[in-house]
């Protein structure tokens, strides 16, 4: 019976996480799975879900991950490995060699082990330093003339926003922005910021001066990277955003925070202590529901992430707003 409950146990919470739902009732079925049928995998469930939901892995835990390192098949391994590397990063030395040559080049802190010539060993070591000179950089901008983060919302068509997008002094877009001069006058040409989803497989920018991977520090998470190969051969940084502000979002959410959302609670942070000013909204998080059609400027076919609590990131944008964040558009939609 044990693992017949921990295996419904495990779907519940599968499915759960599949919907967006990061709450402690999941969490608390991918506890319960593993402890009632206590194997590697669950307990990798279990861990790698805290970790979505913020939460690294405790050290009390590593030993037991490490130990069942042999039980994991290829990618699942990789994964832990990537969550070792992050809780406890001297444990990797403990792993079998072939182990760790077949997760360099998926998992960046282990490339810097492994692989120290390795783009994505630069990202490992870098990425502190790197985190340093992008809060200098957004927080000048914010002091100077200004941080414009640009979404995706089909609802920007007709604003004539570009003049005013452009004059910023760092440009955010996301993922695959509408660009070319047939949108310039609605959402300018400059992109300094390119931040990216896990998984995206659209066009890369030719160059940007920053890129960002969305999502709970996809550092010690991604495992492909092909995507931003061009990017990472030109020595374009690379960065990764810090646990702790995917952990404040999801507090609040109860939810994976969108793109858009996350980055904004970013930027806010690395200002100096001034709050929203000097940073500026456009496109992201208004609107979005099921008369919003279409969701998308530079994809109208594309519909709104189901795994995001939409009305929840509205009005938390709304309280923003009230706290002097600046929003340049009237009534647009993320994506």
Known sequence: M???????????????????????????????????????????????????????????????LRDGLPRLEAPRRRAALGLLAEARPESVGQVKPHWLADAAPHVPPVAANVLPASPLARVARLQADWRHAFAAEVARAANGRGVQVVGNAAGLRGQSLGAAIDAAELVVRFNQFATGPQWAADVGQRTDVWVVSPGYDGPTPAAVRWVVVSGPDMLFRLQDWRYLGPLLQQDTPVLTVPLPQWRACVATLQAPPSAGVLILQWLRSLNAGRGWAGIRAAGIGFGVGPRQRPYHLALPQQKPGHRHAWPAEAAWLARWQAEGLRRLDAGAAHG
Do not use: E
């Open 2 to 64: 044990p693992p017949l409950l921990a295996h419904a146990r495990g779907l519940w919470a599968a499915r759960q996480r599949s919907l967006g739902h990061y709450t402690r009732a999941t969490l608390a079925a991918y506890l319960a799975a593993w402890r009632q049928q206590p194997t590697p995998a669950r307990l990798l469930a279990w861990l790698a879900f805290r970790r979505d939901m913020g939460l690294p892995v405790p050290a009390r835990f590593v030993p037991a």
